[in-house]
């Protein structure tokens, strides 16, 4: 077998001299030595840094965590849809992994129904109060002030979770919702075993807050909830019944329950007291908004369908154009020359994305920046042998690391989800409500402060969104659900895996598990229009899978690169393609993640 020059984190196999050992040497404990020095076993087909995908015909999940998936399943089973299963497996996954998303949190989710044929998305996404302006909360944050603070009350904005929950099961369920939370109410009151790589982000979060407790403000609610005893360690029972006696509201009550009732008073109610602007009013006025997915061709009769602003999914569109213009298929996937040219496509991509991306309600889009002409102008635009410096928006005629889920599924009749869900980063704000067993989100950082910004903060205004749900389609039929988790890495995610797919013939498993670059930095959308950017070059974070000798030559191209081997700012990858002729499914998971697919 080749040996792939993009390894997903792993060492290239190597040759191990053979060593008499003594007898008492090898007689200790298992799991004392090193697994260092070791590459992967053989495959008989496929590449030897991945596993097969999965395949199955009546129903498919992928998640992140393994019981989420479990769950979806079983909705399935019961006569349930793809989204009463999605809402179900969502809802999991607020309790199973918080360091990624909750009922605090905002939701995307385009859903492909057989029954017309069509595309739908939603933007389930909350606003900013509506009685603050920005003078007010410019002088709540002080006169030096460049940005909103990650964590407190002031980048907290109204959840949209749990409407986006109950708008998608009114159009497109079957179950009823008391039925898909059920699981995540038993869960939450007996327990669940907590996984792997959810430990360590406990860990980084509980150490990350307990270092800036005075900026939030109050964490004994979370602390009491999540860390009464520190970080839960992988393999302890975590019971979470506070949460459970909120999901039994909400499945007896309906939105109301959550935006007009109850606990929406005692939201309301804690966030004014903790300093936030938010009041009931707020809670009660929000609703979710049903938006078009946009599609363009990449090529070979693939296309990427995204949603649109206040998300940042059109930034996936603008690279996909771009790329298209050369034919990557040329060089190695490993090669400098593709990095080089996904690297400078995604700064071009962001450089408008810091400049046009905003709450269309308050701004328009200026949707020529999605044109084939537009994207052929941009790529013109890329040097084939240097990095560009500092790339300037186009004149059409988000960045950090992001704490999110990502999950896909699928049902016996064709329909699919493709479902994004965050409390954006650390796992929110680190304000946790009286006795609801959740924290809410700091997607309000995202808010520029620079008044003449389409992303400025105003009244009643959604933030710029980090979140993006993705799907694809090939010669003009659904044909794979799919999503790419983790801040700005989302857009250039999205579109590695589009070219892992259709220019390099990877199957569905092998192109999420293949070596990632991250490009951090450049113009942001939280910086003022007319200033430099604090870090106009940026970084190229690459996974260890990426050779030495690619590493040096995009290093000789002018690119600042760094190699990163915890697989954190890269992402966490599910997927689910339909085969247009049997109907059957093919699932695929994060190695990043403790997650899986699975299917029936």
């Known amino acids: 077998m080749r040996v792939f020059n993009l390894l997903a984190g792993v060492a290239a196999t190597v040759a191990l001299?053979?060593?008499?050992?003594?007898?008492?040497?090898?007689?200790?404990?298992?799991?004392?030595?090193?697994?260092e020095n070791i590459g992967p076993g053989g495959r008989p087909i496929g590449k030897d840094w991945s596993r097969s995908p999965v395949i199955a015909e009546h129903g498919m999940a992928a998640t992140a965590h393994p019981l989420a998936t479990n769950v979806a399943l079983d909705i399935l089973k019961a006569g349930g849809s793809a989204v009463d299963a999605a809402i179900a497996a969502n809802a999991a996954l607020g309790l199973m992994e918080p360091t990624g998303n909750g009922i605090g949190g905002d939701l995307f989710a385009i859903v492909y129904d057989p029954a017309t044929d069509r595309l739908y998305g939603i933007n389930g996404s909350g606003r900013s109060p509506r009685g603050q302006t920005l003078d007010q909360l410019r002088e709540k944050l002080g006169p030096v002030a460049t940005s909103i603070p990650p964590l407190?009350?002031?980048?907290?904005?109204?959840?949209?979770?749990?409407?986006?929950?109950?708008?998608?099961?009114?159009?497109?369920g079957k179950l009823p919702m008391a039925d898909n939370l059920a699981p995540t109410i038993r869960y939450a009151r007996e327990g669940h075993p907590i996984a792997p790589v959810i430990a360590y982000y406990l860990d980084r979060s509980e150490?990350?807050?307990?270092?800036?407790?005075?900026?939030?403000?109050?964490?004994?609610?979370?602390?009491?909830?999540?860390?009464?005893?520190?970080?839960?360690?992988?393999?302890?029972?975590?019971?979470?019944?506070?949460?459970a006696r909120t999901l039994e509201t909400i499945a007896e009550g309906g939105r109301d329950a959550f935006y007009r009732g109850e606990l929406a008073r005692t939201m309301a109610d804690y966030l004014e007291r903790m300093g936030s602007a938010l009041r009931y009013?707020?809670?009660?006025?929000?609703?979710?908004?049903?938006?078009?997915?946009?599609?363009?061709?990449?090529?070979?009769?693939?296309?990427?369908?995204?949603?649109?602003?206040?998300?940042?999914?059109?930034?996936?569109?603008?690279?996909?154009?771009?790329?298209?213009?050369?034919?990557?298929?040329?060089?190695?996937?490993?090669?400098?020359?593709?990095?080089?040219?996904?690297?400078?496509?995604?700064?071009?991509a962001f450089a408008d994305l810091a400049r046009f991306y905003a709450d269309p309600d308050?701004?328009?889009?200026?949707?020529?920046?999605?044109?084939?002409?537009?994207?052929?102008?941009?790529?013109?635009?890329?040097?084939?042998?240097?990095?560009?410096?500092?790339?300037?928006?186009?004149?059409?005629?988000?960045?950090?690391?992001?704490?999110?889920?990502?999950?896909?599924?699928?049902?016996?009749?064709?329909?699919?989800?493709?479902?994004?869900?965050?409390?954006?980063?650390?796992?929110?704000?680190?304000?946790?409500?009286?006795?609801?067993?959740?924290?809410?989100?700091?997607?309000?950082?995202?808010?520029?402060?620079?008044?003449?910004?389409?992303?400025?903060?105003?009244?009643?205004?959604?933030?710029?969104?980090?979140?993006?749900?993705?799907?694809?389609?090939?010669?003009?039929?659904?044909?794979?659900?799919?999503?790419?988790?983790?801040?700005?890495?989302?857009?250039?995610?999205?579109?590695?895996i589009l070219i892992n797919l259709v220019d390099f013939g990877m199957n569905l498993q092998e192109a999420g598990d293949a070596a990632r670059l991250n490009h951090d930095g450049g113009r942001q959308p939280t910086e003022p229009l007319d200033g430099p950017a604090s870090d106009p070059l940026g970084t190229l974070?690459?996974?260890p899978g990426?050779?030495?000798?690619?590493?040096?030559?995009?290093?000789?191209?002018?690119?600042?690169?760094?190699?990163?081997d915890d697989g954190i700012m890269f992402g966490g990858y599910q997927a689910i393609s339909r085969d247009p002729e049997t109907g059957a499914y093919t699932g695929?998971?994060?190695?990043?993640k403790d997650g899986q697919a699975s299917g029936y």
């Not at 009464?228 to 979470?240: L, Q, T, Y």
């Not at 034919?327 to 496509?345: F, M």
């Not at 990426?546 to 990163?564: C, D, F, K, P, Y």
Request: glycine share 10%; hydrophobic share 40%; proline share 7%.
């Open 17 to 35: 001299a053979v060593q008499p050992i003594a007898a008492q040497e090898v007689d200790r404990a298992p799991g004392i030595g090193s697994a």
């Open 152 to 172: 407190g009350p002031l980048p907290v904005t109204v959840p949209g979770t749990v409407d986006a929950w109950f708008s998608l099961h009114e159009r497109f």
């Open 207 to 243: 150490r990350s807050f307990s270092q800036r407790e005075e900026m939030i403000g109050d964490f004994s609610n979370a602390r009491a909830t999540w860390f009464a005893d520190g970080a839960p360690e992988a393999g302890e029972i975590f019971r979470n019944p506070d949460l």
């Open 281 to 348: 009013e707020d809670f009660a006025a929000h609703e979710s908004q049903w938006v078009e997915p946009t599609c363009v061709t990449y090529r070979k009769g693939y296309e990427l369908c995204e949603l649109p602003p206040n998300s940042q999914g059109f930034a996936a569109l603008q690279m996909a154009n771009i790329l298209k213009n050369v034919d990557l298929s040329q060089w190695d996937r490993g090669s400098p020359e593709v990095l080089h040219y996904i690297a400078e496509a995604k700064r071009l």
């Open 362 to 496: 308050f701004e328009a889009f200026p949707v020529e920046l999605l044109s084939e002409a537009y994207g052929k102008r941009r790529f013109a635009e890329i040097d084939p042998a240097r990095a560009n410096p500092d790339v300037a928006h186009g004149a059409p005629e988000l960045e950090g690391e992001g704490d999110t889920t990502y999950l896909t599924v699928a049902d016996k009749d064709g329909m699919m989800v493709s479902l994004i869900q965050s409390n954006y980063r650390g796992m929110g704000s680190g304000l946790t409500p009286d006795n609801l067993g959740f924290m809410f989100q700091d997607r309000g950082e995202l808010y520029s402060l620079d008044p003449d910004h389409p992303n400025a903060y105003e009244a009643g205004k959604r933030p710029f969104q980090t979140i993006i749900p993705a799907f694809m389609k090939r010669d003009g039929k659904p044909w794979m659900s799919f999503g790419l988790m983790g801040g700005g890495m989302q857009p250039q995610g999205h579109v590695q």
């Open 541 to 543: 974070y690459v996974e």
């Open 546 to 564: 990426i050779s030495a000798e690619t590493v040096n030559r995009l290093q000789a191209m002018g690119h600042r690169v760094e190699v990163i």
């Open 588 to 592: 695929a998971t994060e190695m990043r």
